[in-house]
């Protein structure tokens, strides 16, 4: 894989999270956390399970979007509110708030999160793993 596939499908992630499809952020993202060091394995994983939650969600298999949801929040959790130049504590928000709303059995938000990039960022600038 060259220095531009990664980023190229890390990118790809992005825009397909945020358009709402969570399979194929998911599996944009899987591709290159195969190859990647730690920490930023534990990083992609813990977006990509964040992204399984909510095509869970979309699926109406709550169970499952609850486990993932832990899972990931678990994993990004570790990392400062801003990581390989994406606002992650935005993200941890959002996840927290789903999670305690479903905790207190309430209808659940009705739009899904977006992973912002931090200020002077662009997808394809984004420091990635190599």
Do not use: C
């Not at 195969?34 to 920490?39: F, M």
């Not at 949801?69 to 990004?76: A, I």
Request: no cysteine; net charge positive; proline share 6%.
């Amino acid at each position: 894989m060259t220095d531009r596939e990664p980023r190229a499908a890390f990118a790809r992630g992005l825009r397909q999270f945020n358009s709402h499809e969570f399979w194929h952020a998911h599996e944009s993202w899987e591709a290159i956390w195969l190859l990647a060091p730690e920490p930023d394995k534990a990083f992609l994983q813990g977006i990509i399970q964040i992204a399984a939650a909510f095509y869970h969600h979309q699926k109406k298999n709550l169970e499952g979007m609850r486990s993932l949801m832990r899972r990931g929040l678990t994993k990004v959790e570790e990392f400062p509110a801003a990581y390989r130049g994406v606002r992650l504590e935005e993200l941890r928000q959002a996840v927290r708030e789903w999670l305690a709303v479903d905790a207190r059995g309430e209808a659940l938000p009705r739009r899904y999160p977006r992973l912002r990039l931090a200020r002077g960022e662009k997808p394809s600038r984004a420091r990635l793993p190599r």
